[in-house]
């Protein structure tokens, strides 16, 4: 029986692939943002979960304090920014900058379980980043191909067209 994806492959393209890392991205998404938002209502607990965290850290409380307020924030945009597949590429380096910041932080208080844990979330901003270009199903690429319809790329290859990045 002939692969029906058979002239895809032969450019390149890989449906499943593409769908793997644009579901990859989206719960990726899911999991950043619903970090940020469900700790707005709580933020005073999450400062203060934080303050007690690090007490006996090296990091002064003004610094503990306002990383609560960059994590949260950063969580809620990124996160959204993940969902829609928007400037992916600039979102997932900020995404990998903010683990290695809680990667530095976790590592301070010798919390080791976590930073495993954020150690895994890293990786993960990583392989999305390596494989961002596969993700078809992302904002980035739609516009990529609306503005790749719209100059009238040449026909030389169409389904590469759709690995193009708004976000290069």
């Not at 400037?87 to 379980?113: F, Y």
């Amino acid at each position: 029986m002939p692969d029906p994806d058979a002239e895809l492959k032969r450019h390149g393209a890989d449906p499943d692939l593409e769908l793997a890392v644009s579901l990859a991205r989206f719960g990726l998404g899911v999991n950043i943002a619903l970090h940020g938002w469900t700790r707005v209502p709580g933020f005073p607990q999450f400062a203060a979960h934080l303050d007690q965290q690090f007490a006996h850290s090296i990091l002064p409380p003004f610094l503990v304090r306002a990383s609560a307020y960059g994590i949260v924030g950063a969580e809620c945009a990124l996160g959204l920014l993940l969902l829609v597949g928007f400037a992916l590429r600039a979102t997932l380096a900020a995404g990998a900058g903010l683990m290695i910041v809680l990667l530095l932080g976790t590592c301070l208080i010798q919390d080791w379980s976590a930073a495993g844990d954020q150690l895994i979330y890293l990786g993960f901003y990583a392989f999305l980043l390596a494989l961002r270009r596969r993700d078809a199903w992302s904002l980035d690429a739609r516009l990529a191909r609306a503005q790749a319809e719209h100059a009238g790329a040449p026909s030389i290859d169409p389904v590469q067209s759709r690995y193009l990045s708004a976000t290069d």
